[in-house]
DNA sequence: ACCTGAACACCGTTCAAGT
DNA sequence: ACCTGAACACCGTTCAAGT
C-alpha cells in the first residue's frame, strides 16, 4: 500500500497561491493607513476597499462590518502602548509611565481618541484588555484592591482617554498650516466676545488656551495620582 | 394731508404672519428633542427637517451647516448646567455640586457627552463658556491661579465629559431593555476569554464591569477634589 | 472561497425655481 | 425672505452572479 500525498495537500496547496488572497491583517494595517492619512471621517469602508485595490463589498469577506474593522483598528492602535518595564518600580512611577505612554500611543495616530471612544472597550482584540490589565496590576501592586482597583483603573483610563479627545479633536478644523491661524482665531473671539460676562475665564484665558498640552496633562496626571496615594496612605493608616 | 398708513406697514405685517416661519429656536428645540429620541446617528438633516414639517434644504435658511447645528445643541444642553448656588461655599462642596450637576445634566440627553466632544469647545452660545467660567471661578476662589486654574478647570472638564462618555457610549448598543443581557453578555464574555492571560482585571471583574456608574463617578471625583486640595496646601505652605 | 456589478436606502449640501 | 424639487457626490450594506 503505497502510501502516496493526497492529490490537494494543503502542504502543497499554501505556497502555490498565486496572490495570497487579501488578509485580514492587511486590512487592518490599510485602514491604519488610511486613518493617519484622512482622519476618521475619511475612514471610509469605499476608501478602504480603493486602498487595497478591490471593490468595497469586497470587505464583507473578511469583516462582519465596519463597527468590526473599526475594533480592529482600536485593538491594532492600544498594541503599540508598551507594557511597564518592570514590575518592582514604584507604582507611582509605573502609573506615569504609563499613562504617558498610553497617550504617546492616541497622539501618534489621528483621531484614535476619537476612534476608541466610538468602539466598545472590551475588544474582540487583547490589547484593549491588555493595557487594562496593565493598569490595574500597578494599582493592585500599589495597595489597591477590589472596587477600588477597579474604580482607580477607571479613573486613569478616563482621564487619559478623555484628555487625548479633547486634545486630538481641538486641531479637527486645522487641515493644514492652520494650526497657529486657529490659535489666533481663538484668541481673537475670546478678546472679542462678551469676556466681561466671563472674568474668571478672562483672567486665566492665556493658560486656558495656549498650546501647552504636555502641561496640561501632567498637572492632571500629577493631580490624579496624588489623589490615588492620598487615597492609599489613609485607608491604611 | 391726511396721515395714512403706508400700505405695507411693518407694524401691520408682523402680527399679520400666518405661521410665524420656524425660529432658530424651534430648530434647537426640535432637534434636541430629535437627539433623545433617535440618539446621535439618528440626528440628521433629513429627520429634523421632517419633524419640522418642511424640506431638508429649508433648514440651510436658518443655519449654516449641520455643524452649527450640533452647537447650538450643545449649547442648550449646557444651559441645562445650573450655576453654582453661593458663592461663599466652601470651594471643595462647590466643585463637587457643579461635577455632580454637570453630570447630571449630560445624562439627562442622550449621547449628550458624545455631542460635546464632536464639537469646539468654545461655542457659540454662551453656556459653554459659562460652565468653564463657573468652574474657573470655583478654583480662583479655591486659592488657584494662573496655568494653575487654567490646568486645574481644564482637569475638572476633561473628567466629567470623559467619564459621561463612556458612560454614555457603554449603552450604546443597549437598544430597548437589552441593558441587563449586555450586562450578562459582556460577563459571559469575560469568563470566557483567556482570562488567565489577564489575572488582574479577572482578579477584579465583578466591580469593573457592574453598573454601578455612580460609585466610580464619584470615587475619580473625589479622587481628583483630594488631589487638588494637596496641591493647594502644598503650594502654600 | 473570494470578487464584481448593481442596486437599495440612506447621508449633507447646493441651486434654480417658485411665492 | 423663505420654501420646494431636483440633483450631486457621497455613505454602509446586500445580493445575485461570476470564477
Not at 479613573?155 to 487641515?175: A, H, I, K, R
Request: hydrophobic letters at 45%; proline letters at 7%; one cysteine or more.
Amino acid at each position: 500500500m503505497p502510501r502516496s500525498r493526497p492529490p490537494h495537500s494543503v502542504l502543497w496547496e499554501v505556497p502555490s497561491r498565486p496572490r495570497p488572497t487579501l488578509t485580514r491583517d492587511d486590512l487592518v494595517r490599510a485602514a491604519l493607513a488610511l486613518l493617519d492619512e484622512a482622519g476618521f471621517d475619511g475612514l471610509t469602508m469605499r476608501n478602504l476597499a480603493e486602498r487595497l485595490g478591490v471593490q468595497a463589498a469586497s470587505l464583507y469577506n473578511h469583516v462582519r462590518d465596519k463597527r468590526e474593522v473599526l475594533a480592529l483598528l482600536a485593538d491594532a492602535i492600544m498594541a503599540e502602548v508598551p507594557p511597564p518595564e518592570s514590575a518592582d518600580a514604584p507604582w507611582h512611577d509605573a502609573l506615569y509611565w504609563l499613562a504617558c505612554d498610553y497617550r504617546r500611543a492616541l497622539l501618534t495616530h489621528r483621531d484614535a481618541a476619537r476612534l476608541l471612544s466610538e468602539t466598545t472597550p472590551l475588544g474582540p482584540g487583547p490589547n484593549r484588555l491588555r493595557v487594562l490589565d496593565d493598569l490595574v496590576g500597578i494599582l493592585r501592586g500599589a495597595g489597591f484592591a477590589g472596587e477600588a482597583a477597579a474604580d482607580a483603573a477607571w479613573l486613569c483610563n478616563t482621564f487619559v482617554t478623555g484628555f487625548v479627545l479633547e486634545e486630538q479633536t481641538q486641531l479637527v478644523s486645522s487641515d493644514d498650516a492652520a494650526a497657529g491661524e486657529r490659535q489666533a482665531d481663538v484668541a481673537g473671539w475670546l478678546s472679542q466676545l462678551p469676556l466681561e460676562h466671563y472674568p474668571n475665564v478672562l483672567a486665566v484665558a492665556g493658560p486656558l488656551i495656549d498650546g501647552e498640552t504636555d502641561r496640561r496633562f501632567l498637572f492632571g496626571l500629577n493631580t490624579v495620582l496624588d489623589g490615588l496615594e492620598l487615597r492609599l496612605s489613609t485607608s491604611r493608616g
